[in-house]
């Protein structure tokens, strides 16, 4: 059966450039299917799916979107109907793959709409906007975005060469078939690692693999701990290895990789084990140093590489995230434990490290103790979080978790 690549986009202002792509992708024996998000005219060539489906399917009407011409208005609109209308087409297997061409109304259509499908579903975005901050729009799904270098206004030389290697990325991936793996699938756990805790989460990894579990390892970078969450909503998780909570820090802070309000709180929710340590709580981050906000100049920081300055958190804000933290704990639905490494929560806080304040811990113990509930069990070890014996330590109490 041949493959079929979905194409959606504001064809009113970009119909030529869309049938380039579709002609590129057709030339290449893969069938198209055509999603047309554009209101303000028609297109230069019928779609397979109308700009007035799009509206209807969000309830209502392109006649009326038109008339009032509220760009903002429209654009979410047209989002949400082709994000029903395209899960619909990929659940009823109409399509194996996504792609789409725009500027920020554009990309924000198509994007919407390939976050609806799963990980692992061929999506590619040619957009004007791909060469900034990409997370509004990439989420936290697998969009493979293409920076369109010029603007997506005609074909030229340029724009020629970027479509067709665009058309040509969707089709190889549609046409690739899932590796095929002689291994039982493993019941899945979720861990949170930073280049700073390194050490202990591959330690505690490889003890868990040996006892027949496969390890997802998410980076915390705040779309890292989303990802994660996402996973263990979606039922795919069987247990959490919340190693490098940090991210809590940025979002108390103001940091740049917080994962949102409600980290930490997904494990609780759906009622699978967790354990947690307080990976990395010593630090926010930064970019690079000229972007520090000026209310922050007087504090510590360590440059751990050219676009990532780290700013050491303070007895006061550990103290608050100790509160924060038992309170997403107490909620939780599932067997919780909290393991305290009393050495330090980073490869930069140990004894001769920048970052080292034995303080700072202390205060986030004492305000987590003050407030955790007795239903959440918590375990002081007298080592650093890097050492082996920590790591052993994680994995076992998850481990037997997981066998009750």
Excluded at 348 to 373: C, R, V, Y
Aim: aromatic share 4%.
């Amino acid at each position: 059966m041949g493959k079929t690549v979905c194409l959606v986009g504001t064809f009113d202002t970009k119909g030529l450039e869309f049938q380039f792509l579709k002609n590129q992708i057709e030339a290449a024996n893969v069938s198209t299917l055509t999603v047309n998000a554009g209101i303000l005219s028609e297109p230069p060539f019928e779609p397979d799916i109308s700009a007035d489906d799009l509206a209807s399917a969000s309830g209502a009407s392109l006649a009326k979107l038109r008339q009032e011409a509220d760009r903002g208005n429209s654009v979410a609109i047209m989002a949400e109907g082709a994000a029903q209308i395209i899960t619909q087409l990929w659940d009823e297997k109409k399509i194996n793959g996504i792609i789409s061409l725009g500027g920020s109304a554009g990309t924000t259509i198509a994007t919407t709409a390939m976050r609806t499908l799963p990980v692992g579903t061929p999506k590619v975005m040619v957009s004007t906007l791909a060469s900034g901050d990409t997370s509004p729009y990439v989420g936290t799904k697998d969009i493979a975005m293409i920076y369109s270098v010029v603007d997506i206004a005609g074909i030229n030389s340029i724009s020629r060469q970027i479509l067709a290697n665009a058309a040509s990325a969707i089709v190889g991936m549609v046409n690739t078939e899932p590796p095929v793996s002689d291994q039982v699938d493993k019941p899945l756990i979720a861990a949170t690692m930073f280049g700073v805790t390194t050490p202990c989460v591959t330690k505690a990894r490889e003890i868990l693999e040996d006892n027949g579990y496969e390890v997802l390892i998410f980076h915390a970078t705040g779309t890292g701990g989303r990802a994660m969450e996402d996973l263990i909503r979606g039922g795919f998780i069987v247990g959490v290895l919340d190693v490098t909570t940090t991210e809590l820090a940025d979002e108390l802070v103001g940091g740049v990789l917080s994962a949102g309000p409600n980290r930490l709180e997904a494990a609780g929710e759906v009622g699978i084990p967790q354990v947690i340590a307080p990976g990395a709580l010593d630090m926010v981050n930064f970019a690079a140093p000229d972007t520090i906000p000026e209310k922050f100049q007087d504090r510590k920081f360590y440059q751990h590489n050219p676009t990532v300055t780290l700013m050491r958190t303070t007895v006061e804000e550990n103290t608050a995230l100790g509160k924060i933290m038992a309170e997403k704990l107490n909620g939780a639905k599932s067997s919780t434990t909290v393991i305290i490494p009393s050495k330090g929560v980073s490869a930069i806080d140990m004894d001769g490290q920048p970052f080292h304040s034995p303080e700072a811990i202390q205060a986030w113990t004492a305000n987590l103790k003050a407030n955790l509930d007795q239903k959440v069990n918590l375990i002081e070890e007298e080592s650093h979080i890097n050492d082996d014996a920590f790591a052993e330590k994680l994995a076992a109490t998850l481990l037997e978790k997981l066998s009750n």
